[in-house]
């Protein structure tokens, strides 16, 4: 996973459309971001004609991708060009504070911020109104992270399920919300196979191995994600942890969170591990930026350690024990060094092309489904939220 600064102020940035932009841009997310950065050769979409039949008429759209890759919303944005559509897009607020031009572009397309560990109400009026007025989709991702496992799916956020309900409550007329499950998924070019062993070589290297290339490619993976869990639980427990891989990573996420949560308030809404972080980076954010009664020099050292025990905890989370040993695909296997490289080196590689596949689900119709009484208009984001977890869930398979 990517470390982000989150010990930053925040403002919140709204979508500023700049029409005369789209060209360019999309001339630049095409050459720059798509070929060069995130090696996306092809990219083949399904479903997206009923998409644009509902936009051109009037109603309301969210679309809600699975979220596994970094160029997961170049290619929404790519193919929401193909099919004429102007996509809205709810992005993490970090990515407005890498510096003032991309602020400025991503504004620009459409793109507007949100706090993610807190409640961003200017972010969240902000989608609604967008619902409220039609015509063009919203992007939101449900599962808040990039976890770099395209096959499985992590829990999805309720708040998408509760904007959109909030949304529909406001339209009227023959105007109707729908919330669209948009499966993504990626494969590797076959020559993948042959960089993984000098890229494995690189990682074993980093952490002060010995490369071993005669080694068989998934046991070297498995070796070195093991040697990688065993540095950190030394490093936060002051041992290495024995048993299933599965169960040391599930023990060293509760031991640190359940540390971090003995100095702050507990939240008793949060209860799954990205709950429990977003509702512990929000609190020591808070501290932190406290004006009034700011913290002193061995505090804020404090508040720092606790931010990087819970992204540890969240990184711990994002590992799937038999993700590998379930399927070793020459794809499964990219993954797993491509998030390796992530958290060992800053970011993963994309040395050679990769084919993006795209399928937007059925709609669900909200509305509808509101009307009939199927979901309840207060209490309705938890079974519209596991609808959505079936159907998306079902497009990865």
């Known amino acids: 996973m990517r470390r982000l600064k989150n010990d930053q102020p925040y403002t919140f940035r709204p979508p500023r459309v700049k029409e005369w932009l789209r060209p360019l841009a999309m001339a630049v997310n095409r050459r720059i971001h798509l070929d060069r950065k995130y090696n996306v050769a092809k990219i083949h979409d399904e479903g997206f004609g009923l998409i644009r ?8 759209v969210m679309l809600a991708p699975n979220h596994s890759d970094h160029s997961d919303p170049h290619v929404m944005m790519e193919i929401a060009t193909r099919h004429e559509l ?3 897009f709810m992005a993490a607020r970090e990515l407005f504070q890498v510096n003032a031009v991309v602020c400025w572009a991503l504004q ?3 793109v507007f911020s949100v706090d993610r560990d807190g409640p961003d109400l200017s972010s969240i009026k902000t989608a609604i109104s967008l619902l409220e007025l039609g015509g063009d989709p919203l ?5 808040g992270e990039i976890y770099h496992h395209h096959r499985r799916l992590d829990p999805l956020n309720e708040g998408v399920a509760s904007i959109l309900l909030k949304g529909a409550a406001r339209l009227d007329g023959e105007k109707k919300a729908f919330l669209v499950p948009v499966g993504m998924r990626f494969f590797h070019d076959p ?3 042959a960089t ?6 690189r990682l074993e290297d980093r952490i002060g191995w010995t490369p071993k290339p005669s080694m068989s490619v998934g046991d070297r993976i498995v070796r070195l994600a093991t040697g990688v869990l065993a540095l950190k639980e030394t490093e936060y427990l002051g041992r290495a942890g024995t048993g299933a891989i599965q169960e040391r990573l599930s023990q ?9 949560e003995t100095r702050y308030p507990k ?3 949060a209860t799954t591990p990205p709950e429990r972080v977003r509702a512990l980076r929000y609190r020591i954010r808070r501290r932190i930026l406290d004006l009034e009664n700011p913290p002193t020099g061995p505090e804020r050292g404090t508040l720092l350690d606790d931010l990087d025990r819970v992204f540890t905890a969240l990184q711990a989370h994002s590992y799937i024990g038999d993700y590998l040993s379930g399927d070793p695909s020459i794809d499964r296997r990219a993954e797993m060094i491509m998030k390796l490289e992530e958290d060992l080196l800053g970011f993963p590689n994309y040395p050679v092309a990769r084919t993006a596949r795209v399928t937007a689900g059925e709609p669900i119709p909200v509305s509808d489904l509101l009307g009939s009484g199927e979901i309840p208009a207060k209490g309705g984001a938890l079974p519209l939220t596991a609808m959505l977890e079936k159907r998306l869930g079902d497009l990865l398979v």
Request: proline letters at 5%.
């Open 252 to 260: 060293l996420c509760e031991n640190m969170l359940a540390d971090v």
């Open 267 to 269: 939240d008793a809404k």
């Open 53 to 60: 039949e509902l936009c051109q008429a009037g109603h309301s």
């Open 196 to 201: 993984f062993r000098d890229r494995l070589s």
């Open 86 to 88: 102007r996509p809205y």
């Open 191 to 193: 020559a993948v196979e």
């Open 108 to 110: 620009s397309m459409g």
């Open 139 to 143: 992007v939101i991702f449900p599962e």
